[in-house]
Structure formats: structure tokens, C-alpha cells
């Protein structure tokens, strides 16, 4: 079974604060995505790393792709209240590009 | 560019029923995927269309059923429905499947059952 073992589940800091959530796996993906969800709506992609080492930046987002393409990470810098939601990683296995497996999400609560 | 629609947006169902969700994909995307999303299991895969052909399927039972029309249109079937079925179920659409292809959600139908 290929899982995605994401960390923390839950994140509660204070506006301005940095924070790094983590996505793990033993097994090798092809690509892993990065999504946001809000209350009462589904999964918005925020970005997808498909090269080993890879770092994309989206403003105050950093995300980076394990050297192994087995993790990556998700580094926010001087969280905003409007960063508040669910985190979701998402990979699809090397070995089955038709499923894309889902870790369990972090919560993050940004407080102003 | 519509997103992705899904009807209805809530659902109260007693055990034993049977539901179907809906789903309307972006225009001109032929990729229907179907996801269960519960606080316990997160986001679970549960099959995908492509073309009106499920390319590929979850590990769901055979309970959970679904099938997409020659418009992309997709509907998933849950039948004799138990306690545990209640969850988010969420449709994603994409203009094909591959491996870096960007997949849209829609807002998701809570389903509830009593």
C-alpha cells in the first residue's frame, strides 16, 4: 500500500510565524501535488513538483521535492490569518499513474 | 471557464437507501475522478472515468458504483447505504489523467446517513 504520512495533522501559531508541513512516503512518486481546502469547498491545487530536488516558490509558499521523490515539504513564511485551512499532499505512485493517493491533510489556524 | 458542479450539495439518507450524486465536469475536460473525503480516512480514491470508461477504481465495495455519459457528465451510485457511508464526496475533472495533469474539485455533496 503506498501511503502518504503527513505531519503535523494539526498547526495552530500566531500571525507571522513560519511553519513547515511535511509529506512522507516509502514509496517513489512520479509527481506530488499540493493543495489548499477551505471549509464547505473542495481541494484547490496550489502547485506540482515533479523533478527530485525540485523547489517552487509561490509567495510566502515554499515547496520542495525529496532528492528520492519519496517526500516533500510545504514551508510557509510569516503565516497570514488568510493561510488558515486544510493542507493536502497528493502523489501519484510511480508504479500506478492512474491513482492519486492523498495524505490525511494538515490543519493549519493562523491567529491574527 | 464553469468549474466543476456537483449536485446536490446536501444529502440526508436513512440506512439501506440508495443515492446518486452528480457531477459536471469543466467544459471539455473528459476526466471524471470520484473521492470520498471522512475526517478519520481523509481523501480516498474511489474511481475514475475517462471517455464513459472507469480507467481505474478504489478499493471501495461494490456498493459504490458510478458511470459517466457521452457529455462527460458522471453520476456515482451508493446502494444500501450504511452509517459509515456519511463523508464529503467530492468529483475532480481534468483534461486527461496523466501524471502532472492538473485536477479541478468541485465543492463536493455531504452526504449523511441516518
Known amino acids: 500500500t503506498q501511503l502518504l504520512e503527513q505531519s503535523p495533522q494539526f498547526l495552530s501559531i500566531q500571525e507571522g510565524e513560519n511553519l513547515t508541513v511535511y509529506c512522507n512516503s516509502s514509496s517513489v512518486f512520479s509527481s506530488l501535488q499540493w493543495y489548499r481546502q477551505e471549509p464547505g469547498e473542495g481541494p484547490v491545487l496550489l502547485v506540482t513538483?515533479?523533478?527530485?530536488?525540485e523547489v517552487k516558490k509561490l509567495k510566502r509558499l515554499t515547496f520542495q521535492f525529496g532528492d528520492a521523490r519519496k517526500d516533500s515539504s510545504l514551508h510557509i513564511t510569516a503565516a497570514q490569518p488568510g493561510d488558515t485551512g486544510l493542507y493536502l499532499c497528493a502523489g501519484v505512485p510511480s508504479s500506478n499513474t492512474g491513482k492519486l493517493i492523498f495524505g490525511q491533510g494538515t490543519t493549519l489556524q493562523v491567529k491574527p | 471557464k464553469a468549474g466543476v458542479t456537483q449536485t446536490p450539495r446536501y444529502l440526508i439518507k436513512t440506512r439501506g437507501q440508495q443515492v446518486t450524486l452528480s457531477c459536471s465536469p469543466i467544459?471539455?475536460?473528459?476526466?471524471v475522478s470520484w473521492y470520498q473525503q471522512t475526517p478519520g480516512q481523509g481523501l480516498q480514491f474511489l474511481f475514475e472515468?475517462?471517455?464513459?470508461?472507469?480507467?481505474n477504481k478504489g478499493n471501495f465495495p461494490g456498493r459504490f458504483s458510478g458511470r459517466q455519459f457521452s457529455n462527460s457528465r458522471s453520476e456515482m451510485n451508493v446502494s444500501t447505504l450504511e452509517l459509515g457511508d456519511s463523508a464529503l464526496y467530492l468529483c475532480a475533472s481534468s483534461s486527461d489523467r496523466t501524471s502532472t495533469d492538473t485536477q479541478y474539485f468541485g465543492p463536493g455533496t455531504r452526504l449523511t446517513v441516518l
Open positions: 467544459s471539455g475536460h473528459r476526466s
Open positions: 513538483v515533479v523533478t527530485g530536488g
Open positions: 472515468y475517462f471517455s464513459e470508461t472507469q480507467r
